[in-house]
């Protein structure tokens, strides 16, 4: 681990005005970022230290919205009244995360900026363009069996690793945050970025920006909704491939449809191809896994992992089917 000088933030203006040096970076929880400073990924010169931030309240507004703020742990958001009977799909990705220790050290703000898990980005004896830029990925050529099969590029296939990102996407969160010149707010669909030519650079954060909340649009169908985990042993794991699903179903047709894969992706995984395949189909099988096929009809395999392609669309069929009362 670097050197580095250590400033604990009393309010957001004062946090952003101290992160807004260079090589500064916050920390909350710091069940990621410690890991890569010790492991010499992240280097910051300032560590900028945010848990002092009145950012820890979840609010339902009189509409249905959700704001929670970005230093709500994962446990507190995970076992919210409003969030198991109005949104399970986030309840349960966020307890299907790390573990229970992590699971309350780990804030909300903190799990969207998470990153990669692939074992040639941790390990600085591998080239790794994601770590340094232009330097190579190891994960092409090498043992890529946990590795993304969507949107990767030639210079990236690591795989983004949140469980509670995954559900958020599905559900349309928009995150705010606020910087030297303001507040705004991002879609979730655009905060993380895709690997393309620059996979080092993981999302649209200007740097010294602060998330502050995220905020869950109501979705009146949100109660309906279901995450499920596939993963190499029952806890403590990542992804090999998940799914996020609500549906809006009247009589024997789906209405509307959200949808999310997660351990597939390069980012949060929203479907609107198989969101689009569902709206007004039967509530079947069938349509089930036709929605799976136009999921995963861009999905590139590599030489270790091209199994993931199918266990993925049976993952979203099998969490469809929990939804959708086709068991």
């Known amino acids: ?28 929880g710091g069940t990621n970022m410690v890991d890569l400073m010790k492991l010499n990924i992240e280097k910051p010169s300032q560590v900028v230290d945010i848990n002092r931030l009145k950012l820890e309240q979840i609010e339902t507004l009189p509409n249905g919205t959700i704001h929670i703020g970005a230093l709500v742990k994962n446990s507190d958001l995970a076992y919210h009244p409003g969030i198991k009977k109005n949104y399970p799909v986030l309840s349960e990705a966020l307890l299907s995360g790390a573990s229970p220790q992590l699971r309350n050290m780990a804030t909300v703000g903190g799990n969207l900026l ?50 509670m990102c995954v559900a958020m996407a599905a559900l349309g969160a928009i995150i705010h945050v606020q910087g030297e010149h303001g507040t705004r707010t991002i879609p979730f669909a655009d905060f993380h970025l895709l690997p393309g030519e620059t996979p080092h650079i993981e999302n649209t954060l200007k740097h010294g920006e602060l998330i502050t909340s995220v905020e869950i649009p109501a979705i009146s169908f949100g109660s309906k909704s279901h995450y499920l985990k596939v993963r190499d042993r029952a806890s403590y794991e990542f992804a090999l491939a998940s799914a996020a699903v ?39 099988a069938q349509s089930y896994r036709t929605a799976a096929e136009a999921a995963l009809s861009a999905a590139r395999g590599y030489e270790h992992n091209s199994f993931k392609i199918e266990l993925a669309k049976r993952t979203l069929v099998r969490a469809l089917t929990t939804v959708g009362g086709m068991v």
Not at 1 to 11: G, L, N, Q, R, S
Not at 137 to 143: E, F, V
């Open 1 to 28: 681990m670097e050197p580095f000088k250590f400033i604990k933030a009393v309010d957001n203006n004062s946090a952003v005005l101290s992160a807004s040096a260079a090589g500064a970076k916050f920390i909350a």
């Open 114 to 163: 998470q990153r990669t898990r692939c074992p040639y980005f941790y390990d600085t004896t591998f080239d790794c363009n994601k770590r340094n830029p232009g330097s190579g990925c190891a994960a092409i050529g090498g043992y890529n069996r946990n590795n993304a099969v969507l949107g990767a590029s030639n210079k990236c296939i690591a795989t983004h690793s949140s469980d």
């Open 246 to 284: 609500a549906l809006d179903i009247s009589g024997d047709r789906i209405q509307s449809a959200r949808i999310a894969l997660g351990g597939v992706g390069t980012k949060p995984w929203r479907s609107l191809v198989a969101e689009k395949v569902l709206m007004g189909a039967l509530n079947n």
